[in-house]
């Protein structure tokens, strides 16, 4: 499948595989940082107006989402917000979101029957930052929702006077982050893997890695256990 092509890989000028990965996937923070501060006051002066709703949160949307395709050096798939269950006047659920090459927004009641009435309280990608209040890292998954594959989802939230609205997000599919960051990752070693707070690969420098296996308990010993700052990202290396 054909879809928006990763930034040439290139050697890093970090001098830690920590300080690499923290880099790559600060800069979707940082992005999204900027993007839900300005967001917030657009959605808080358009509810002044009148009741929000999906038409008018999707025109809101719409311009920043599909900038961060261009604005950042990292092979965004898919990118938007997703609205805070029951906040909107027409719809219970929404996600504002726009992906693959194309860029075309995602309609997800045309995919199957009652995905416009999805129920994303649990999914890690909203719970954490609805939670927290903080941004997150989410991943990986299989993402059946939009593009059927291996995705990390970057969420910030979004509050109006205290009360969330929602969260700014974009997504990256493993693969292209694999054939970016494995390459950087290589560099300082050949066996080094990210992965998640629960243990989970997100992509490995080892072939006997993959992502989606597990590193926890007694696998850890041998490995030196690095955090990411700022992420529920670490980085393992083997000693």
Not at 14 to 40: C, I, M, N, Q
Not at 90 to 105: F, I, T, V
Request: glycine content about 6%.
């Amino acid at each position: 499948m054909s879809i928006h092509p990763a930034p040439p890989a290139s050697r890093t000028a970090a001098d830690h595989p920590v300080e690499l990965v923290t880099e790559y996937f600060g800069r979707a923070l940082d992005a999204l940082d900027d993007w839900r501060g300005r967001l917030a006051v657009e959605i808080a002066t358009a509810r002044a107006d009148a009741p929000l709703t999906t038409d008018r949160l999707d025109a809101l949307v719409e311009p920043s989402a599909l900038a961060l395709f261009d604005q950042l050096d990292l092979p965004v798939y898919g990118s938007g917000f997703i609205a805070a269950l029951d906040s909107l006047a027409d719809a219970n659920s929404h996600l504002a979101w726009w992906q693959g090459p194309e860029r075309a927004q995602l309609v997800l009641a045309a995919q199957s029957v009652n995905k416009e009435h999805i129920d994303y309280s649990e999914l890690e990608w909203y719970r954490v930052p609805f939670q927290t209040g903080r941004p997150h890292v989410a991943g990986p998954y299989v993402d059946y929702l939009c593009s059927d594959e291996y995705t990390i989802t970057v969420a910030a939230p979004v509050h109006v006077d205290d009360e969330f609205v929602g969260a700014v997000a974009l997504d990256l599919l493993i693969d292209q982050v694999e054939r970016h960051l494995t390459p950087q990752l290589a560099a300082f070693g050949d066996d080094i893997s990210i992965v998640n707070g629960v243990g989970r690969v997100l992509l490995s420098t080892s072939p006997t890695r993959e992502t989606g296996d597990t590193i926890r308990g007694d696998d850890l010993v041998g490995f030196e256990r690095r955090p990411c700052p700022g992420m529920a990202l670490d980085v393992l290396i083997a000693r």
